[in-house]
């Protein structure tokens, strides 16, 4: 079938949108934590365990995901994730017990997150832009995956007040259901415009990441991150209602993230064709342990809630263009979806320790105080790794550029 229908803007707009879909909608996630454990009888803990596992089965599947999308293009695997996404939600909606609950909205919409994840997009997206402005429109999906949080979140909670948990949940899974035709705009090549050929296989590509100490950082460094957003994408609803403020604040607050993260995102995007990425990632680790710092120490008003709101969400996703650019400079395009799918196992890994984390010293103490600090903590430590990646091109490559 003859593909010059698929232009490099109609695969960009079919990608953000994917993204925006996507990632908007588990993002709101957290809303649904009070009304369902009222109705059901569950701890805070239950249902944080689900929404863990639910982030540890999507850095799980990321990398098959992503080998997946680098073997058969993305299309086909992001209809696949189609389905699973809108099952598994269904599933939460329907069924009662808290196994059913870790099942369905755990492992299943997990795996359904994994496969239209916004990095899978991303990999289409960069498959049809020159490297002269992959950066860029890598920041561009990576923006689009924002406003999902931005119009998602303030939308799942004007229906949960007007229909209820269980038909929201239901108009959710009919939206990730959607998702498989606007797919079919995606391409299914797996040859990436203006790279040459390469025999690498994937053993290799896998065994060269391994021994890249840059890669082993970066692994490291967006632990860090998705413990951070992780913890914060789950609990910070319910932290805003303990401090006496309405789920209203909350709301607001997930809707700044996700505005000024369009913003953050497409400028880190913009920076990384300028200047280090490297430094470009220590100076957004650094800023979100700041960031943190001053929601512990400050006041607690609605005002600061507001500025944490804005000034975190700055720096939400702009992790991931200049981490997905550093992937691409440094090893190429063949592989980009299954590498960066490895560092993105990374990344759900901390989620889920966050998010549990979260919840379990909640119940046990009242506060989460404990788990900011360390979140706190972690982003000075990730502020000084990536300061040490080498982020020069290997030397097998063909093309050299420095305009990722």
Known sequence: MNDTWRTPFLVIAAGCVIAMMSFGTR??????LEPIINVKGWSRETFSLAMAIQNLIWGLAMPVAG??????GPMRVIMIGSLLYGMGIMGMANYDSAFSL???GGLITGLG???????????????VVGSERRSLALGLGTAAGSMGQVVFSPLALMWINAYG???????????????LPIAFILPNNTKAKGELESNQSLTDALSEARNHHGFILLTI????????LGFITIHLPSYI?????????????????????????LLAGAAGQRWSKRKGLSFIYLSRGIVIVGLLLLPKTELLIYIFAATMGFTWLSTVPLTSAIIAQVFGLKYMATLFGVVFFSHQLGSFIGIWLGGKFFDETGSYDIVWWLGAMLGFGAAFIHWLIDERPLERLSIVSKNY
Do not use: E, P
């Not at 948990?165 to 998702?179: C, E, G, K, S, V």
């Not at 460094?221 to 951070?228: A, E, H, P």
């Open 27 to 32: 993002s709101s996630f957290g809303f649904f």
């Open 67 to 72: 080998a997946l999308a680098d073997k058969y």
């Open 102 to 104: 870790h099942i369905f």
């Open 113 to 127: 997150v994994a496969f239209t994840s916004f990095s899978i997009a991303m990999a289409a997206i960069a498959r």
């Open 165 to 179: 948990w269980y038909d929201t949940l239901m108009i959710q899974a009919a939206l990730m259901f959607l998702i």
């Open 221 to 228: 460094g967006f632990f860090v991150c998705g413990f951070q």
């Open 241 to 265: 209602n303990s401090l006496g403020l309405d789920y209203g604040v909350a709301a607001t607050s997930l809707a700044l993230i996700g505005g000024f993260n369009i913003v953050g995102s």
